[in-house]
Every structure is written in C-alpha cells, then in structure tokens.
C-alpha cells in the first residue's frame, strides 16, 4: 500500500484550511497551522512534511517571513512550497518566486487547479530525488572504472620497481588527507572537492616515468653514483612526456594534473629541486602536495637501499628540512593531520580500498555547479541520509538517535521494547522541556559532535536516557556519528547513534537496594547475603583508604580491617581502581578484572552506609577464557594472560590497545598531553637498545610517580606516550608537565649515569573527543619539539 503524502496547510482562517483539506479529499495526512510562527514550530517537529501549502497575510508571521526562516534553515530546498494568495501584485507574486517558491495560485481559484499543482509539485520533488540517486550511481561507476586502469598501470611501474604494493595506495591516501587539511585552512588555492579528488587520482601516475630507468639503477641495494643519479632523475621528464604523448586532449584535467605532478614532484620549495628548479608557488599545488606525500611514504617504507623509519622520526626530518625544503602551510597540514595520516595508512594496509563516499562527494559536487537550488539540497539530503544508513547498517537493532543542528531537535526511536515509547521528538533548545538528558549531559555531547571532523566522524560517550514524567532512566553507551556536509569546507550538520548498554555491564538482579545508595547496615547484610549465592566476590571497600569493610550480623560496623587490594593478586593499591572512581563520582561502574589465576566481570556501587560512604563490589569469575573485542576484532584472554594483555612489556605502562579499547571510559579525562622522548634514535645508536628500553622505563616511572593513581599512562608510539588526567584544575596542568619535564632530565638512569634524556611535551585541557585531544595535544608536542626539552599547552 502507497503511504500517504503529508501536507502542511498555513492559513489563519480555519474555513480556508478546511476548505483546502476538502478539495485534497483523502489521499493525503493533512498538518494545520493558524499562522507563520506556528508553521515554523510544526517544521522544527514533524519530519515528514512534503509539501507546504501556506498563505500570505497572516499575525504573528507572514508567509513572506516563514520564507525567509525556511531559507535560513535551509528547509526550503528540502521541502517544497505551493503560495496561496489573493495578493496578485507581481511584486508579490516575484518576491514570493525569489524566496524559493514552487508555485503561486492566486484568489480566487479552481480546485481542480490546485489538486493538479499539488500533484505536480510533489512528483517534481520525487524525480529529482531520483535524478540525484541516479547520477550519483552513473559518475561511481565511471569512476571506479578509471580508478581500476590507472591502478593497474601504477602498479605495474611499482612492480617494477621493486616497492612494495601499497605504495601507490600510500600516496593517493596522504595526499588526499593533506588537501582536505589544507582547504580547511586557507581558500588560497580555491580547491573544490573534485579538484581533491582528481589530484589524489593523478597522484598514483607520479613515478610512471621510472619505466624507462634500467633495473640494475632502479632496484640498486646501495647509494647511486652521480650518473646514476642522473639517470635516475630523468624519470620526471620521461613521465611528463608520456602523459603529453598521449592521443588525448593535453587540457584532459586527469591528464594535465598528472603531467604536472609527474614533471615537478622532486621540486623543492627554494629552487634546490629537480627538473626545472621552480620555486615557490611557481611549483603547481598538485605536485607540491604530492612530494610531500612521496617523500613521507618514502621515509617510513622498506627500500632496498634503506630501513624504514618510524612515523615521528619521518615527521621531524621533514619538518627539520632533512628531506629539502616544502611550502610552510603544507608543512602545518602535515603535522594537523599527523595522527589521521597514520591512522589511514594502516587501514590502507588492512586492504583499505577507494570509498564509495569520496564518489558521492564528487557526484554532489559536479551536480550543484548545474543544478537548481532544489536539487542541491537533495542532493545534500541523500549523502546524508547514506551516511545514516551505513551508520545504522552497522549497529544492530536498539535505541536509535538522531540529532540536526539547524533545529536542535532529538529524535529517539526504540527498537527493543526498552523505552516507554517507540519513537519522540524533542526540543533541545527548550530548556524547560527537554529532560531526556541532563543539561551537562547534552552539553558534553553537543562539544563532542562539534569537535569532530568529516573525517574522523565518530564519538562514543556514557549518556543517561531520562523519562521523568514515568520515573524511569538508565546508562547507556552512545554511539555517535557526526553528520557533514560535502562542501569544501564542510559545515557540522547533526548527528545518528544508538544507545546501548556498556559493553562490560552486568545487569544486577532486584536486590532491593534503593537508587539514591542510602542504606541501613542491616539492609545491606541481608542483601549481601543474598547475592552471595549470585556472584562469586561480594564485598564492601573503602577505596579512598584502601579497606576491605565487614559488616557483623546486627549490620554494624566491624572494628576488623583488612587492605582491599590482597584480592586482585597487587601487593599495592591498584592503579585503575573503578571503586575508587565509583566513590569520587558517586556512581555504579563495571570492568573486566584480572588476576594470575583468572577474570572477574567487577562491578562496583557506590553506597552511603548508616551515613558512611563506601563502595559496593560485586565479582562473577568468568571461564579459563574470555572474549574480549580489541581494535575492531576478538581475542580469546585466558587468565594467564592477566593485565599483560593491555600492559606495555617495556615501561609498565598500558599498551595503545588499551587506549583504543577502553576509549569510552577514558574519553571523561580531564586533560591530556603527548609525551615525546626527544634524543632516544641517539641514545639507541649510541648505547645500544637495552640502553633505550632503560630510558624508555626511566621516564615511564618518572611520569607515574608524579601523576595521581587515577591517572592513565600508555605508551603510543615507539619514544612517545598519551598521559590522561583525572580530576586536575586548569591551573595546575601545566606546572604538572613541567615537573615532568624537569624531573626526567635530572633524575638519574641506574646503571647509566652518562644518559640524560629529555622530553617534549603538547598537553590540552578539556578537549573532546579523545581522537581530536591527542591531534591537537601531538600538534602542540611537535612545536615544543622544536626547542627540545619543553611545553607547549
């Protein structure tokens, strides 16, 4: 059965509204509003709207002004909008056309007339949705087949070569990251989203020229003599002028972008280049961004003349001007988009293939230079709503959200039962209102989503759903994906999630224990009593001192104490205790806890006890073995493993997989700095390795013991860690660092005296998510790095 088109009527005479819904008869949902500003709050609820119908002469708001807010909130090229009026000036009538207008019927009219306008409007918005789902499929497949040749023929150069396959696919990525970095920051270059992908696309013809360089000079294991060089250095002009030879049009963009960065890729910013010696912006963009990338693939790949180099020591001899000298504002792009260039790289390397989003961007791009306002909205509108789709495609069925900024308006749809309803609407810009989230709840969200990029989208966050009205709430975990527009510099448009329970939770039986955690020592004997026969640890602690609390018959307090940590198999308190973060927070938490034998799934509850505050622990021992998810795939943990599963075998310190699996706890940090160890390449090739591993625990031992035990340490990269604070204030964060800083150059290395290594630090204070954190605290180390030995906040 077709499902029936929704119509909004506007008029402030019911007799014309009524009249307009008997003419329609009953093929369509009719909405009703008796003026303008009643019309533009029924826009901000209802979604499904598919036409407007709306008068001119109204209180409150005219149809003009309902216009105009349409166009503000861009509305009006999602929606179309039929004029109805007895106002026939053509001024009007011209003004209301100007204003995005559909059609204009004038007073009197036939009704026969107005069912056939209604009826043209609403196909007219349907064909050109269609038209938009259309192109977009055609330019995918076109592209995707120019794609694949210019693929093959790259590779075959690679093969060649000797290089490894990625390679190709390595400088396509980069320099596609790099050229959306750098649209972001200057227009200077006036770069559509289809010049950044023809770039990329041309980028993979960059060395096509290496075919005419012998092989005993090409895949040469030790340094090229001069000539050699020489001969080597041809490979720009030869490439250039196979592309110019080509028996196609040399204006080609593909074809002439690619000359270009085949040509002058090896030119340097100050003239010390090669072919032609250019410089500056005599260099075409195309192929500065591209030797950038070439130069960093370079570095950070296996050669047969060379190892490779890891991430930060290829960014700092870039940086340093090792490798010639590039455009500054590239420069900045690189070091922006360090950690995102990384994290691309390895899921190139995992099989990473050209995205069907890219195509839809260009698609968008190509059809709004021709299209009427009507279609780039629709376009806009499809993007979004495959983003969605994909979004949800991913999760499985639960309780749905969907946020727009231009309204402020949330929608939750559940799926399983759970809520008190199966789908609402609410206002978050209506303060009174709105109570499905706490108002430090929807602020945190509302920075978290804004915070993000179009290309590193995704937020995931602890948010308690709340339904006053009924008395009900519950913790969920958010899953959310920030929603962009496709333009060059894209705008923040809202976002899609789903709520789900903590991966690690447990749900508690009815124990009888209220929410608020004011209980009577007697209440809780008998219930601990009770879940004694469910769980496997069931015990009361004061974390804050270190206590394990007993509780006599009579539910009193027991004068015998005992230390906590005994139980966990740690001869000291425990460097992440959940209780203890349960107690500062007054909260329930839940994580998987290992022992030398085996896992308990822990959770812990605060409750205040006959006024005294404590922590409840409730433990249930898993199997010999546990799945556990970790960066995207499952492991089997056995307990043997113990916390060696997250811990770094070198420092102490937790591992990155720690950092990736645990983000959503972690994301409540406070503050965050990258540490950098400035000298350890030096010290390796000076002392030797277990010279370095010394250093390497010598400052992981210096941080720890100058950060509280709440603290998160993990070490990132090979000389670099991630330092998560808890509950510090802002004037107190950087004199931390400092004593970082300051502590690991004059502290002594047992065993090497002579050793003095000295860190870099980048630290920021409440930046979300955890993802733009470390890209801006690893942009603030790489600038500190360029004195040595300092802080930049």
């Not at 041809?234 to 085949?262: C, M, Q, R, W």
């Not at 490779?308 to 590239?330: K, S, W």
């Not at 945190?444 to 915070?451: C, H, M």
């Not at 809780?524 to 006599?552: C, H, K």
Request: glycine content about 6%; hydrophobic content about 40%.
């Amino acid at each position: 059965m077709k499902e029936k088109s929704t119509i909004l009527i506007v008029d402030d005479s019911e007799l014309n509204r009524t009249v307009l819904a008997d003419i329609l008869g009953d093929e369509y949902n009719f909405i009703e509003a008796e003026n303008g500003a009643r019309a533009i709050e029924l826009l901000r609820t209802h979604t499904d709207i598919d036409l407007i119908l709306l008068d001119m002469v109204m209180p409150e708001m005219n149809g003009f002004d309902v216009l105009i807010a349409m166009n503000n909130n861009r509305q009006i090229e999602d929606i179309p909008v039929v004029m109805i009026s007895a106002e026939n000036g053509i001024e009007h009538i011209e003004r209301a056309y100007d204003l995005g207008v559909t059609d204009y019927i004038s007073r009197p009219f036939d009704c026969m007339v107005v069912r056939r306008r209604v009826v043209n409007a609403l196909i007219l918005a349907a064909k050109q949705k269609r038209l938009m789902r259309l192109a977009a499929e055609q330019i995918y497949e076109k592209e995707k087949i120019s794609d694949l040749m210019i693929n093959i023929f790259s590779h075959i150069v690679e093969f060649r070569n000797g290089e490894s396959g990625p390679h190709v696919l390595h400088i396509r990525t980069i320099t596609e990251v790099l050229l959306n970095r750098l649209v972001q920051k200057t227009d200077r270059y006036s770069l559509t989203q289809e010049d950044i992908q023809l770039i990329s696309s041309a980028s993979a013809l960059h060395d096509i020229g290496k075919v005419s360089i012998p092989d005993e000079i090409i895949n040469k294991p030790g340094k090229l003599t001069k000539e050699e060089f020489e001969i080597m250095k041809s490979h720009t002009t030869v490439g250039a002028d196979i592309l110019h030879d080509l028996p196609f049009s040399n204006e080609e963009p593909l074809l002439k972008t690619a000359y270009e960065i085949a040509r002058w890729h090896h030119e340097r910013y100050d003239g010390r280049g090669y072919p032609d010696g250019l410089t500056g912006e005599e260099i075409p963009i195309a192929a500065q961004v591209v030797s950038v990338a070439d130069v960093y693939d370079a570095l950070t790949s296996v050669r047969c003349y060379k190892s490779a180099y890891d991430h930060e020591t290829a960014l700092r001899m870039i940086v340093n001007g090792e490798c010639g000298t590039f455009n500054p504002l590239l420069l900045e792009c690189l070091l922006d988009a360090s950690l995102q260039i990384r994290e691309r790289l390895l899921e190139a390397n995992e099989g990473y293939t050209h995205s069907t989003a890219r195509t839809q961007q260009l698609s968008t791009e190509m059809l709004l230079k021709q299209a009427t306002p009507q279609v780039g909205r629709s376009i806009q509108a499809l993007e979004t709503e495959r983003i969605k789709t994909e979004f949800f495609a991913k999760q499985s069925c639960g309780i749905q959200f969907d946020y727009d900024t231009a309204t402020r308006t949330i929608s939750v749809t559940d799926h399983t039962d759970t809520l008190p309803f199966t789908s609402r609407l609410y206002d978050a810009a209506d303060t009174e209102k709105f109570t499905i989230f706490s108002k430090d709840d929807l602020n945190r969200l509302e920075n978290a989503l804004s915070a993000t990029t179009r290309d590193a989208p995704d937020v995931s966050m602890p948010i308690t759903l709340r339904f006053p009205e009924v008395g009900w709430e519950h913790e969920y975990m958010l899953a959310a994906r920030a929603l962009w527009s496709s333009d060059a510099k894209p705008r923040y448009l809202g976002a899609v999630g789903q709520f789900r329970e903590p991966q690690t939770d447990i749900m508690l039986p009815e124990m009888q224990l209220p929410d608020s955690g004011a209980v009577t020592g007697r209440q809780l004997a008998d219930s601990m009593q009770s879940m004694s026969r469910i769980f496997d640890v069931v015990r009361l602690v004061d974390p804050q001192r270190g206590e394990l609390l007993q509780l006599n018959t009579d539910g009193t307090f027991s004068d015998r104490v005992l230390p906590c940590f005994p139980m966990w198999n740690h001869g000291k308190r425990c460097s992440r205790c959940i209780s203890r973060r349960c107690m500062e927070e007054k909260t329930r938490m839940s994580k998987l806890e290992l022992t030398d034998e085996c896992a308990y799934q822990l959770i812990s509850r605060y409750l205040v006890v006959d006024g005294r505050e404590c922590v409840l622990e409730l433990g249930s021992r898993l199997s010999d073995s546990v799945w556990v998810t970790s960066g995207g795939r499952q492991f089997r943990l056995d307990a043997s493993h113990g916390e060696d599963f997250y811990l770094d075998p070198v420092t102490g310190a937790y591992g990155r997989r720690y950092l990736e699996d645990q983000q959503p706890e972690l994301e409540k940090a406070e503050a965050l700095a990258v540490i950098d160890i400035d000298n350890l390449k030096e010290i390796n090739d000076e002392y030797g390795h277990l010279a370095g591993d010394a250093v390497l625990r010598h400052v992981a031992n210096v941080i720890l013991s100058r950060v509280n035990i709440a603290d998160t340490l993990v070490r990132y990269g090979g000389d670099e860690f991630v330092l998560l604070l808890s509950h510090i204030p802002p004037e107190k964060f950087r004199s931390i660092l400092e004593r970082i800083r300051g502590a690991v150059y004059t502290t002594e290395i047992p065993q090497y005296e002579n050793i003095h290594p000295t860190v870099s630090i980048g630290g920021v204070y409440q930046a979300h998510p955890l993802v733009e954190a470390i890209r801006r605290a690893d942009k603030l180390m790489y600038w500190a790095k360029q004195k040595r030995n300092d802080v930049q906040t």
